[in-house]
């Protein structure tokens, strides 16, 4: 019982490694890491760590051309204008993506505003700038077997770090069909480069903490329908990050008061 404990703890703990986006495209739930978990490893050792059953991100794989585009304009609209946009709807989604999977450099903050017209004619003030570099897109998608398509996105903040401007482009993940798409090879791998990595979400995870069948045995081993990180195809249920110290902390002090009563039965 107390190694079923230590393993839940464990477990418990180990689901804060990677934060994840829970999005719906068509009608499908998707889990998709942020580009922390990913940032600067080239797509080459990515896949070897995709097909390893024993690592954290297996049963994730590269969101295709198509898939990253429905991402995006579940975020914002795009008029297939390639430059920076003020429009406000599109300054707000994009800023909301940025937010949810992580810009992947920031440059350092300024105290002064300069003037920049964007492509769909806003006047906006700009200060500081926040882009994104990520590996997409199926094998074989971006130019040859050896490539991945590359998406970049940018925002613009002022010296108050309010979002006023975002960065759209056809070949870098918002037209799937477009010839002139962005690419690199898959052994090169930088600091501020990260990858779009994805998993369905599936109707019948029962998700942890909450209950349910787990699909085997559970702590200690066995099939969990991949419910939880490290295992397979699935998705886990992640608890808010406050919750987990306090569970954490729980289930140890359960090992401890039955090391007590156990210590206790021997003296007694």
């Not at 991945?148 to 979002?163: E, G, H, M, P, Q």
């Not at 798409?181 to 029962?206: H, I, K, Q």
């Not at 699935?234 to 008061?257: D, K, M, N, R």
Request: charged share 20%; proline share 4%; glycine share 14%.
């Amino acid at each position: 019982m107390i190694k079923k404990i230590i393993a839940l703890v464990g477990l418990t703990l180990s689901l804060t490694a990677n934060a994840v986006v829970i999005n719906n495209i068509n009608g499908i739930d998707y889990e998709w890491l942020e580009l922390a978990a990913t940032a600067g490893h080239s797509r080459e050792g990515m896949n070897m760590r995709l097909q390893d059953e024993e690592d954290e991100l297996y049963g994730y794989e590269y969101a295709s051309r198509s898939l990253l585009k429905d991402l995006l304009f579940s975020y914002a609209p795009w008029d297939g204008i390639n430059e920076f946009h003020g429009e406000p709807s599109v300054v707000a989604g994009m800023s909301k993506f940025f937010d949810d999977f992580g810009a992947t450099y920031v440059a350092p903050p300024l105290d002064t505003n300069f003037i920049m017209i964007t492509a769909d004619g806003y006047t906006v003030l700009i200060s500081s700038l926040r882009h994104m570099y990520a590996h997409y897109g199926a094998t074989g998608e971006c130019v040859g077997e050896r490539f991945s398509c590359l998406f970049y996105s940018a925002i613009y903040v002022d010296k108050d770090s309010t979002v006023t401007t975002a960065y759209q482009y056809a070949g870098g993940g918002w037209d799937d069909s477009y010839y002139r798409v962005s690419y690199l090879s898959f052994d090169r791998d930088r600091g501020d480069y990260s990858s779009f990595l994805v998993r369905e979400f599936p109707d019948d995870c029962p998700g942890f903490p909450g209950g349910g069948n787990t699909g085997g045995e559970f702590p200690g081993g066995g099939n969990t329908n991949g419910c939880f990180p490290g295992g397979g195809n699935g998705h886990a249920s992640v608890p808010e990050p406050g919750t987990l110290p306090l569970l954490a902390l729980g289930l140890a002090g359960l090992v401890g008061i039955r090391k007590f009563r156990k210590s206790q039965s021997i003296n007694s």
